[in-house]
């Protein structure tokens, strides 16, 4: 399997996972939504941070260097979990991750557009319009189906948005500090332990109902330590191997999983119209898979980052 490929199936797998999260998430009523995104994403973090302790030495004066790219980045990761988190609250699993998710590309595009003046290839235009097209589907299949929930709805929306900015915008500060030469590993440990550190004050205010039973526990322990550590350990991996543009379409894929997982476990309803937008979105990372690495704009490894760098 070529670095592509193999960049394209990390990250695919890292999508899988995150899809869980919404659903798991609704097995702790009583925690609220800056509750379990504090704990997901700032333990998972700190954990990114620890098995890269001894990247983070080695490439310390790198880091220091890079230290605006880094706090952006941070804050991004702390802002993204609160967002999320909160926008499923009030829009449901479903439309919540949908517009989080499919807003974060075409912010991916644009960041590497201006900061990096990439070009946008064909087969990434296409196939972020796709994933976008189904995601707007399934939007819409949710707004039809409680269409008296709409304020809600629309705060839960703009809350989409704003965790789509974040996604990307963390996304882009990663792959920014892997292209300067820094590793994988140290890259994703400083930006999500910083993130992971400032996300601390918000779990000590929020997370006791998360140990008022051993279901609540389990559900954040799950969240920080398989969706938020394994998903982004495997994120980092892709992200090493693919644009960052390129890595937040494929996680288009995610909304689909939180759709049928709303669907089958949370009891959410799902039109033909969504189940149209589903497809849609798996023609996207078709689109993707098909894509020639030439044309996706994805090089023989990362742009401006030697080929011998180690993780």
Known sequence: MNRRLAGIAAVTAASI??????????????????AIGAAAL?????????????????????????????????????????AFYSSMHLAGVALGTVVSLASAPLASGVLERLAGRAPLGRWWMAAAALGIAGSLMLCLSQLQNDPAGTPATLAGLGLGLVAGASYSL????????????????????????AGGLLLMPVLAATGAPLLASPQAFAVAAYMALVPMFLGYVLFGLGLSRLPASTATTITLSEPAVAAVLAVVVVGERLSPLGWAGLGVIAASLAVLTMAPAKQSGTPSHPPGRPAHVQA
């Open 170 to 193: 963390y996304s882009w500060a990663a792959r920014r500090l892997m292209d300067d030469g820094i590793g994988r590993a140290a890259s994703m440990g400083s930006v999500f332990g």
């Open 17 to 34: 996972l995150w899809g869980t999260t919404g659903t798991a998430a609704t097995f702790a009523p009583d925690a609220g939504p800056l």
């Open 42 to 82: 700032g333990i998972g973090g700190l954990l990114q941070a620890i098995i890269a302790i001894p990247q983070l030495r080695r490439e310390a004066p790198r880091l220091r260097a890079n230290s605006r790219t880094v706090a952006l980045g941070a804050v991004a990761v702390a802002v993204y979990p609160l």
